[in-house]
C-alpha cells in the first residue's frame, strides 16, 4: 500500500477517527470513576489511578492509568492512539490479516483483578484500526477466579452475558452468538484444553455500512460492561472469602499468565509495534501460583 493511499484513508476517516479516541477517553473516565468510588467509598486509603502519559517511537502514544487498591487488587485502564510503520516481522504473526506495512490504531484496553476472590476478573478492549481500510474490533470477557462459579449457569456470568447481549441489540452485524462463539474458541488455553473464564463476546474485522452505528455499538459494550461489572461488585463484594478460597484465586490467575503470555494476539501485537510494556503487561496478575 502507498503512503498516499493510506494518507488519503486518512483523511476520508478523520472525523470518525476523532469521535473514537473521544469515545475511548470518555469510557476510560467513566470506568475510573466507577473504580474508584468503591475504593474511596468502602475504603480508608482512598487509592485512586495512578497515571502516566508515554510516547511510541514512530508515533502516536497514550495515556496508562493503574490502580493498585484495597477492592482492586490490580486495575489497568489504559487509551492509546498510535500510527506510523510497522516494524519487520509484525505481519507474519499479526492481530489481522488486513493490515499492511502502515496503519493507524486507537482504542481502550481494560483488566480489572479484585482482591476478593468472589468479585471475578474482568477484561475489555475496544478499538479502531486503519491500514488498507478501516474496521473496528474487541470485545469483553470473564474469568471467575473459584471453581464452583467457573460455569455458564453462574449468576455473575449469565448477568454479564445479558448485558453483552444488549450490547449488540439494534446494531448492524452485530451478532450476539456469533460474537460469543468467537470469544468462547478465542479464550482457550490449548496446552490445557481449558477456558481462561467464563466468555462474553469477541469480535475482529467488524465493518457494517454504517460506521457510526458501528461507534454507537462499541458504546454500548463500553458502557454495558461497566453497568454489568458494578452489578456484580455489589452482588458480592461484602462476601467472606477463605484462605481457600484466595488459593483457588490464585491458581487461576496463574491460568491467567498462561494464556496472555503464550497465546494472546494483542499482547503479542502491542509488544511488537512498539507499545508501552508497562500497559502491555498490566494484564498480568499481581500475585498467582502454579
Given amino acids: 500500500m502507498t503512503q498516499e493511499k493510506h494518507k488519503a484513508i486518512l483523511e476520508e476517516t478523520s472525523e470518525l477517527r476523532t469521535k473514537a479516541t473521544d469515545l475511548f477517553t470518555k469510557l476510560r473516565d467513566q470506568l475510573c470513576n466507577a473504580l474508584e468510588a468503591y475504593e474511596t467509598s468502602l475504603t480508608s486509603n482512598s487509592k485512586k489511578f495512578e497515571k502516566d502519559s508515554w510516547s511510541r517511537t514512530g508515533g502516536g502514544g497514550g495515556i496508562s492509568s493503574l490502580l493498585r487498591g484495597t477492592i482492586f487488587e490490580k486495575a489497568g485502564v489504559h487509551t492509546s492512539t498510535v500510527y506510523g510503520d510497522l516494524p ?3 505481519l507474519e504473526k499479526s492481530i489481522n490479516s488486513k493490515l499492511s506495512n502502515q496503519f493507524w490504531a486507537s482504542g481502550i484496553s481494560v483488566i480489572i483483578h479484585p482482591k476478593n476472590p468472589f468479585i471475578p476478573s474482568a477484561h475489555m478492549n475496544l478499538r479502531m484500526i486503519i ?25 455473575d456470568t449469565k448477568l454479564f452475558h445479558k448485558y453483552m447481549s444488549e450490547s449488540c441489540d439494534n446494531h448492524l452485524n452485530a451478532n450476539f452468538d456469533e460474537f ?12 490445557r484444553n481449558e477456558n481462561r473464564g467464563t466468555g462474553g463476546i469477541f ?3 467488524f ?4 460506521s457510526l452505528d458501528d461507534l454507537d455499538f462499541l458504546e454500548s459494550v463500553g458502557n454495558n460492561f461497566i453497568k454489568a461489572y458494578c452489578e456484580i461488585i455489589e452482588m458480592n463484594i461484602n462476601k467472606k472469602w477463605t484462605d481457600s478460597d484466595r488459593e483457588q484465586q490464585l491458581y487461576y490467575r496463574g491460568r491467567y499468565v498462561e494464556f496472555n503470555l503464550m497465546y494472546d ?5 502491542g509488544l511488537k509495534t512498539g507499545g508501552n510494556i508497562n500497559s502491555i503487561l498490566s494484564s498480568l496478575p499481581p500475585i498467582v501460583s502454579w
Avoid at 470485545?139 to 449457569?153: F, S, V
Avoid at 460469543?180 to 496446552?191: E, M, S
Avoid at 465493518?207 to 454504517?210: A, K, L
Wanted: proline share 6%; hydrophobic share 25%; glycine share 10%.
Fill in 131 to 155: 491500514s488498507e481500510d478501516h474496521w473496528f474490533g474487541g470485545g469483553a470477557d470473564l474469568t471467575p477466579m473459584l471453581t464452583n462459579k467457573r460455569t455458564q449457569e453462574d449468576s
Fill in 265 to 269: 494476539k494483542g499482547t503479542i501485537f
Fill in 203 to 205: 469480535f475482529d474485522n
Fill in 180 to 191: 460469543k462463539k468467537n470469544c468462547d474458541d478465542y479464550f482457550i488455553i490449548k496446552h
Fill in 207 to 210: 465493518r457494517s455500512p454504517n
Fill in 88 to 90: 519487520p516481522g509484525v
